[in-house]
């Protein structure tokens, strides 16, 4: 599998909000997506708990291009790279478990709170 642009990159845990993203020749911060992963998930699991939906959430850190070093990952997070991308993605192609209707619900509750910006075509 090659990466996108032919560039290879590995994600190291930084200081608390960064990580460090290294290539070959350079390296930059980047946010830490852990942050925004937990703040996601409680506001998925508030959305869920109002529409009166119980379903576990997943949370995941998935990079099908790149390594991530997280040593210390949190317990309810799974980081899934280029190490582990395609033994994860099979096994998701091999779920044929049909969609629940607690999975429909869910995700009816999760749509009402997007927003759709849209216009009429004049076709």
Known sequence: MSPIGGRLALFVRGKQHFWIEKHSLSEKKVLNPVISLNKTGNI???I???????LPIKKIILSRNSYIDYPEVPYDIELIDIRKYDEW???MRRTAAPIKHTQIIAAKALLNYCLTISCNRTD
Do not use: T
């Open 44 to 46: 998925v699991h508030s």
């Open 48 to 54: 869920l708990k109002h529409a009166e939906v119980v």
């Open 89 to 91: 993605f099979m096994k």
